[in-house]
């Protein structure tokens, strides 16, 4: 099995790596450093860095992480929720600095400003007890005075909580961050590419100052080598101040889209998140979010941190060219998808199900071809290139999940070619990737019930035994219902997907 097409990416720990001219001198001899949400879109970007500077890093996971262990083969992976006191103290143990990349915002509006709260005054309490010599933490961007939406009033409560304590902390406020993979990036990409006329409501009009993925992670580490950011706050920013009508101008030139804007009356973030929903990967939720955030201009107030690490940041045009980029190159490394739905990583997995599955239905063929070969037409389906037969069944149904607030199938992948542990396709996520000869997917679409798909590879000598198997559990009558509905299109749509795979590989 070829590790480059499917199923791992542990070679690329080396490659692209974005602190090279950070005005900065390592200093890997302080110890231990805990990186919390290192499995997230910051955190995973992150945790390569700082290896490759020296640092001895210990990566703080909800939930089993193989991709991790795969990936990462010199961290320490510690399972622990930043809600569960106990579980923060022995990640804190022997740490010196501790990255807090935290937040609960894909709980939904009610839920994560308790959950924020509840998680800093525990990690600030946990850091405390341990020792530990600094937090870095990394917030949202928006004047205090202002009327702030949830979001960033509670990054800004978190702050507030985690300075309370005795451990200095180091605070990063940002904006919008640009980057291959970021969900901001891919609802203004996706919008420009598909409208041909954009409508631009009130709040289209308001500044903000983005910034590049690459500069986060080197302020994140240029000040964990700063003493001079200890215990201080600093806005961090691209070069430019722009109004979200003119970045999506920018990026639709970049594309090489002609694109009329149209001012419109009223700016009902609900509406324009769900409508967006439709046209992007980033479900509602999500998207309504990051959305009302776009009320207050978010632009820098405090740069003194540009005189204490003294290196250019990218401009919102150099930041959009390089996220295209790595998409040409299919080598985007994190993505928001790896934080969304939120706690995926705590879900029952198929293995754990007492008594396995209630229901399941196989369907199989024998081939000729090479095991190899057909496992790497596995690793193919979903995304741009669909799902090989009864296209138009997987969208109708990603659809209607879309219309429930579901995750839609429209997230795709993160790779063309590469997949591993976690990853998504469409709305499924990869629960277990065997090179060779299984891959099963976990459902995240609007369900009654649990579902996962298993692709297998059985057999020897001359022909191999290609199957897909469906695995549903449900204790409600809906969900039973549910079963047997679409049992009969299961028939249409996996023997046509399983041919698909073998004539393709």
């Not at 702050?159 to 203004?188: C, F, K, W």
Request: aromatic content about 8%; proline content about 5%.
């Amino acid at each position: 099995m070829n590790d480059v097409e499917c199923g791992g990416e542990a070679e690329r720990l080396g490659d692209d790596l974005f602190c090279a001219d950070l005005p900065s001198t390592p200093c890997p001899e302080i110890g231990a450093v805990l990186v919390t949400g290192a499995t997230g879109y910051i955190g995973g970007r992150l945790v390569p860095e700082l290896l490759a500077r020296g640092y001895r890093v210990r990566a703080m996971v909800r939930g089993r992480s193989p991709e991790c262990r795969e990936n990462w083969p010199a961290v320490e992976i510690l399972e622990a929720d930043a809600l569960d006191e106990a579980a923060l103290r022995r990640a804190m143990d022997g740490v010196d600095t501790a990255y807090y990349l935290i937040h609960s915002l894909l709980l939904g509006r009610k839920r994560f400003h308790d959950a924020d709260i509840r998680a800093a005054e525990n990690f600030r309490t946990a850091a405390a007890a341990a020792g530990v010599r600094r937090i870095i933490y990394l917030g949202g961007l928006g004047d205090v005075r202002a009327r702030l939406s949830n979001h960033l009033r509670s990054r800004i409560e978190v702050a507030d909580r985690l300075v309370l304590g005795p451990v200095p902390v180091t605070r990063l406020r940002a904006a919008v961050v640009i980057g291959s993979g970021s969900a901001s990036y891919e609802i203004v990409k996706n919008i420009v590419s598909k409208l041909p006329v954009i409508p631009v409501p009130r709040f289209g009009l308001t500044r903000c100052q983005p910034i590049g993925v690459r500069d986060v992670v080197k302020y994140l580490v240029g000040c964990l080598e700063t003493e001079a950011t200890t215990g201080r706050e600093f806005d961090i920013g691209g070069l430019d101040v722009l109004t979200y009508r003119r970045m999506a101008e920018i990026l639709a030139r970049l594309l090489g889209r002609r694109r009329l804007f149209v001012r419109v009356p009223g700016d009902t973030i609900r509406f324009y998140a769900f409508a967006a929903s439709f046209l992007t990967p980033v479900p509602a939720a999500m998207t309504r979010a990051l959305m009302e955030g776009l009320r207050n201009d978010v632009v820098v107030q405090e740069d003194s941190i540009r005189k204490i690490l003294p290196f250019r940041p990218l401009s919102y045009r150099e930041a959009i060219v390089r996220a295209m980029t790595r998409e040409e190159q299919d080598r985007i490394h994190t993505r928001w998808t790896h934080a969304y739905p939120p706690a995926h990583e705590l879900a029952l997995k198929l293995h754990e199900l007492p008594g396995g599955a209630r229901y399941t239905a196989e369907y199989a063929i024998l081939s000729d071809r090479e095991p190899a070969s057909l496992f790497r037409s596995i690793c193919r389906i979903g995304g741009k290139e669909g799902w090989f037969a009864g296209n138009w069944m997987w969208r109708l149904r990603g659809w209607a999940d879309t219309v429930l607030g579901g995750v839609g199938a429209a997230r795709g992948r993160r790779s063309r070619t590469h997949l591993q542990v976690n990853d998504v396709i469409d709305f499924w996520r990869i629960e277990d990737l065997v090179p060779g000869r299984r891959l099963l997917l976990r459902a995240e679409m609007k369900l009654p019930g649990r579902a996962w798909l298993a692709f297998g590879i059985r057999g020897a000598g001359d022909r191999h035994r290609l199957s897909v198997t469906a695995y549903y559990d449900t204790n409600s009558l809906f969900g039973r219902l549910y079963w047997y509905a679409f049992l009969p299109f299961h028939h249409y749509i996996f023997t046509g997907l399983i041919r698909q795979i073998e004539k393709r590989s």
